[in-house]
């Protein structure tokens, strides 16, 4: 079991930035593919970025593409999602995700672990 936890998120203005945080204790976390999910009020949880497991493939939804940046460091455990050129909808709670698989994923059945996820508010 690998244990998530996302901070970073906060109030920025549109255009600002943000990087969030994804610290995995518990297993081998090189072993894990991540990704980073979003839930805005009153819609479904939606794929955001996803990086393999030796951080040599990233993928991201169109909507983010150019403006965020999926990495890994896994001396420290730990995937991040840096945020440009935010924009009012972007607001959302931001989930990180792992799985224990070489292949990428971007819907939530392909996750097995969940953090609780970290708020990101982007004012207009």
């Known amino acids: 079991q690998v244990q998530l936890a996302e901070s970073g998120g906060g109030l920025v203005q549109a255009g600002g930035s943000l990087r969030l945080s994804c610290a995995a204790s518990?297993?081998?976390?090189?072993?894990?593919?991540m990704g980073w999910f979003r839930q805005a009020p009153g819609k479904e949880r939606e794929f955001v970025a996803a990086?393999?497991?030796?951080?040599?493939?990233?993928y991201y939804t169109d909507s983010v593409k150019g403006r965020f940046t999926i990495s890994r460091d896994d001396a420290k455990n730990t995937v991040y999602l840096v945020m440009n050129s935010l924009k009012p909808e972007d607001t959302a709670v931001y989930y990180c995700?792992?799985?224990?698989?070489?292949?990428?994923?971007?819907?939530?059945?392909?996750?097995?672990?969940w953090g609780q996820g970290t708020q990101v508010t982007v004012s207009s």
């Open positions: 990086i393999n497991r030796s951080g040599g493939r990233t």
């Open positions: 518990g297993r081998t976390f090189s072993n894990y593919g």
């Open positions: 995700a792992a799985r224990q698989s070489i292949l990428l994923a971007i819907t939530e059945a392909g996750y097995d672990h």
